[in-house]
């Protein structure tokens, strides 16, 4: 998805959305980005995947090492 900056203002940035509708979202997710830019959205499947795959790996040292009921 391609959206356009239409201002930064106090670390808030007005975006365009493809079908004309304008949305707030904090200015630092289009860092570089100024009034007029046009910036891409999009989703980025193989780091997701890494992501996921590293957490699972994360949770099953976890349950492995065993471990105590946490009380808080």
Same mark, same amino acid.
């Given at each position: 998805m391609k959206v356009v900056v239409d201002r930064?203002? /106090?670390g808030v940035a007005s *975006? /365009?959305?493809p079908d004309g509708r304008? @949305?707030?979202a904090p200015a630092a997710l289009f860092d570089g980005a100024a /009034? #007029?830019?046009v910036v891409e959205i999009r *989703?980025? $499947?193989a780091e997701t /995947? $890494? =992501?996921r795959a590293s957490a =699972? #790996?994360?949770l099953e040292r976890l349950k492995r090492r065993g #471990?105590? @009921?946490c009380e808080l």
């Open positions: 930064v203002t /106090e *975006v /365009e959305l304008t @949305v707030n /009034e #007029g830019d *989703v980025d $499947r /995947e $890494r =992501r =699972r #790996g994360a #471990g105590g @009921v």
